[in-house]
T-cell receptor
């Protein structure tokens, strides 16, 4: 069984400030972890993914995330927020076991990021 | 360009009516998925298929049905048994392998008249 908890349904930052979106996961097997971004009335776009290689993962648009096994966390960060970063962000987990769970994702409830000028 | 096409973008259903949401992909992906999105609840898996002519129930399959007759197509039918169908529906696809990322369509918003 696997689950994802995103701490904070809404996060508000000023333009140029640090963005930190929190994600904790639970998985009975080593996980694969993903962050997606969703703009209004659109589908989800992959930001970055962790697949058991480097623990610090760099993604698109200046985002990065660090896998911390001891804390079961995969927090998303960006050093300097831009107005265009305003969107909803989803953390997701997939197990790296074989069988029918391959590719099947469990999503967190999402965090809406607001960026103020 | 390759991608996933969902149609229609907006759909209205009358009480007691079945409706079918279309999902087509030209990414040559083996696996396809249907999710339901409600505000504050993230995405919940309805059905998924890893190969043609085979599919499995997800976490909230009741009131929904699917078919996978072609690799590129995975239509979702919302039946009259689904009592609360108003939601944003997202289709996704992926390669089959070591937890590849899923690629998403732009969604269909279903509302009840």
């Amino acid at each position: 069984a696997q689950s994802v908890t995103q701490l904070g349904s809404h996060v508000s930052v000023s333009e140029g400030a640090l963005v930190l979106l929190r994600c904790n996961y639970s998985s009975s097997v080593p996980p694969y972890l993903f962050w997606y971004v969703q703009y209004p009335n659109q589908g989800l776009q992959l930001l970055l993914k962790y697949t058991s290689a480097a623990t610090l993962v760099k993604g698109i648009n200046g985002f990065e995330a660090e896998f911390k096994k001891s804390e079961t966390s995969f927090h998303l960060t960006k050093p300097s927020a831009h107005m265009s970063d305003a969107a909803e962000y989803f953390c997701a987990v997939s197990s790296n076991a074989g069988g029918t769970s391959y590719g099947k994702l469990t999503f967190g409830q999402g965090t809406i990021l607001t960026v103020h000028p | 360009d390759g991608g996933i096409t969902q149609s229609p973008k907006y759909l209205f259903r009358k009480e007691g009516q079945n409706v079918t949401l279309s999902c087509e992909q030209n990414l040559n992906h083996d696996a396809m998925y249907w999710y339901r999105q409600d505000p504050g609840q993230g995405l919940r898996l309805i059905y998924y298929s890893q190969i043609v002519n085979d599919f499995q129930k997800g976490d909230i399959a009741e009131g929904y049905s699917v078919s996978r007759e072609k690799k590129e197509s995975f239509p979702l039918t919302v039946t009259s048994a689904q009592k609360n169908p108003t939601a944003f529906y997202l289709c996704a696809s992926s390669m089959v392998g070591v937890s590849p990322p899923q690629h998403f369509g732009d969604g269909t918003r279903l509302s009840i008249l």
